[in-house]
């Protein structure tokens, strides 16, 4: 893909009105204010450092445990799309098959109750997003009779997907359907992680707004000057590491020795947050789903 290309990508995927449900979810944000962690903040400037460290913490945490699963769902699914260009041989049922052991992994990792639900539902709202707002229009001619093939392909993956999940086969987590989405948009895998933790961070800045704790103008300040930072930072400690599904297994009992012998995976590094919103059902009133 040439770089015009995956910046429009870029431009797209970054738009706040995407409909993927992000804005229902806090990440935890709004249990951590209701159980007082807020509670010393009486000025902007210390709402601001309160909200920068909840963010901080969040974004470590999510970057160990989201970032391997992107990595191998892109992974998995590029490899497909160049076998399909390689062979001519357009089938996706060892693709689809990894794709529902990462998201069964993903599902029993993630032992907050509450993060879990918030990530089916956003995972879903992806692979809708792709049916309806990403696949070409039908009215829509293409001179690349290959490149209609390609969308024609591809989309019918995501609907089996889809389908898995109507069936309850697999479970549709963000992270992992974050991958595939961007594989299949042919954004590089580094793009994809790189903007998945963006997401994540202004998503918490959002949240932020809304429960009156920092301004809009704020929010920009921090996503200029602070947030890249952190971005970064994550990206260098966490951007290589991989579940332990091995892309290449191809029995339950290889699959489980990868795993077994996988010593830098997927953590999570903050208990009290993953504690915290997991109390977030508990609260009298709430304006968030997580």
Same mark, same amino acid.
């Given at each position: 893909?040439?770089?015009?290309?995956?910046?429009? %990508?870029?431009?797209?995927?970054?738009?706040?009105?995407?409909?993927?449900? @992000?804005?229902?979810?806090?990440?935890?944000?709004?249990?951590?204010?209701?159980?007082?962690?807020?509670?010393?903040?009486?000025?902007?400037?210390?709402?601001?450092?309160?909200?920068? !460290?909840?963010?901080?913490?969040?974004?470590?945490?999510?970057? *160990?445990?989201?970032?391997?699963?992107?990595?191998?769902?892109?992974?998995?699914?590029?490899?497909?799309?160049?076998?399909?260009?390689?062979?001519?041989?357009?089938?996706?049922?060892?693709?689809?098959?990894?794709? %529902?052991?990462?998201?069964?992994?993903?599902?029993?990792?993630?032992?907050n109750?509450?993060?879990?639900?918030?990530?089916?539902?956003?995972?879903?709202?992806?692979?809708?997003?792709?049916?309806?707002?990403?696949?070409?229009?039908?009215?829509?001619?293409?001179?690349?009779? !290959?490149? !209609?093939?390609?969308? @024609?392909?591809?989309?019918?993956?995501?609907?089996?997907?889809?389908?898995? &999940?109507?069936? @309850?086969?697999?479970?549709?987590?963000?992270?992992?359907?974050?991958g595939?989405l961007?594989?299949a948009?042919?954004?590089?895998?580094?793009? @994809?992680?790189?903007?998945?933790?963006?997401?994540?961070?202004?998503?918490?800045?959002?949240?932020?707004?809304?429960m009156? &704790?920092?301004?809009?103008?704020?929010?920009?300040?921090?996503?200029?000057?602070? &947030?890249?930072?952190?971005?970064q930072?994550?990206?260098?400690?966490c951007? *290589?590491? *991989? +579940?332990?599904?091995?892309?290449?297994?191809?029995?339950?009992?290889?699959?489980?020795?990868?795993?077994?012998? +996988?010593?830098?995976?997927?953590?999570?590094?903050?208990?009290?947050?993953?504690?915290?919103?997991?109390r977030?059902?508990?609260?009298?009133?709430? %304006?968030?789903?997580?």
């Amino acid at each position: 893909m040439d770089v015009e290309t995956e910046q429009y %990508i870029l431009l797209l995927l970054s738009d706040g009105n995407l409909p993927t449900g @992000s804005f229902v979810a806090s990440s935890g944000l709004e249990s951590y204010v209701k159980h007082g962690f807020f509670a010393s903040s009486v000025t902007s400037h210390g709402s601001t450092e309160k909200t920068m !460290d909840f963010v901080r913490y969040s974004l470590e945490s999510y970057s *160990h445990s989201a970032l391997p699963f992107v990595m191998d769902a892109h992974v998995s699914v590029s490899g497909m799309l160049a076998a399909w260009k390689e062979r001519g041989v357009q089938t996706f049922e060892g693709c689809r098959d990894k794709i %529902i052991q990462l998201d069964a992994l993903y599902d029993a990792m993630t032992l907050n109750h509450v993060a879990r639900r918030a990530s089916k539902a956003q995972g879903v709202a992806l692979l809708t997003l792709f049916s309806k707002g990403f696949s070409p229009p039908t009215w829509l001619a293409s001179e690349d009779s !290959d490149d !209609d093939k390609r969308w @024609s392909s591809i989309s019918s993956f995501v609907d089996h997907l889809k389908l898995d &999940i109507r069936r @309850s086969a697999t479970h549709g987590h963000l992270p992992v359907f974050w991958g595939v989405l961007t594989a299949a948009l042919r954004l590089s895998v580094e793009r @994809s992680q790189y903007l998945h933790l963006f997401l994540h961070a202004r998503g918490l800045l959002s949240a932020a707004i809304r429960m009156n &704790i920092i301004g809009p103008y704020a929010a920009q300040q921090l996503l200029l000057h602070a &947030i890249r930072p952190l971005v970064q930072s994550q990206m260098a400690q966490c951007r *290589h590491i *991989h +579940t332990g599904v091995a892309l290449g297994a191809s029995t339950d009992d290889q699959m489980q020795a990868t795993l077994a012998t +996988t010593v830098d995976g997927p953590a999570n590094t903050w208990p009290l947050g993953e504690i915290l919103a997991t109390r977030h059902d508990l609260q009298h009133s709430r %304006i968030f789903n997580s």
